[in-house]
């Protein structure tokens, strides 16, 4: 049985098909096979005007993981994506094959032994032109973002500085040494991050990223405000039955233009709606 749902609606265990058997006239429509929870998505297809524009198909390894994205145009193939995994499960390599030149890229991933990502290296058939990296706290959380250009230099790197409760009070971006944005971060009584507001190198407030969460503390909307409060977007997060954050549905002007899907047993699966 396949359990179908676009991706503008929360799934349900009692959603029937035929109440979600109508695709969007402009977005991306989507199909589950029937898990549960691990609901996974099998095909995602774009439409624009109520015509299908491009499909994905998604397949998967044994143990639940994702294998493969295939992008479809029509009956013609134009790329693949190919998921590998180490033997601790991690996502190590992801690759793109081009079917029209034989063009490959790949991103090679890197873990500590605590599961934390230190690097991602990517690849253009073979040529490495750059990368990320990244350093943590004993309790893991993220202490410094690097990004390195094709010979192995930093470009441009985030620096994150901690207070005395050990949450985030401050960050720091730099490139090329010099110092691009800054943001003060301010938290609930409660302890919840409430919003970040970057401010540019001569202290100048340029955006406020501001956090709403549901009854279950999880956040429900991610908002991006100018300074003088208007929201220029906004990410919707939405949960299963058992919490576990499935899709986030990026918005501009009130409209979606792109969302993640996430599975249990996979990687991070991306759609545009135009």
Known sequence: MLVLSSCGGKKTADTTANEESQHPENGVYYEYSDGGNSDRVVSSIT????????????????????RTITTKVGDK??????????AEGFLSQMVRQYTEDSFECRDDYRYDNKGNITSIALYTDDRYIGGERYSYTEDGDTTLEERLDANGDVIAYTEY????????????KYMYGSLMEYGLYEYSEGGLLSSVKYYSSSDELTQEIKNEYNAEKKISRILTCAPDGTILSYTECLYDESGFN????????????YCYDYTEEGARIYSAYN
């Open 47 to 66: 439409y624009e005007n109520g015509i299908e524009i491009s499909r994905n198909e998604y397949d998967y390894w044994e143990n639940g993981r994702l």
């Open 161 to 172: 500085v901690f207070g005395e409760n050990k949450k985030v009070a401050s960050l720091n």
């Open 77 to 86: 193939v134009t790329d693949t994506w190919n998921y590998n995994y180490s």
């Open 246 to 257: 499935y899709r986030d549905i990026f918005y501009e002007d009130g409209k979606p233009i």
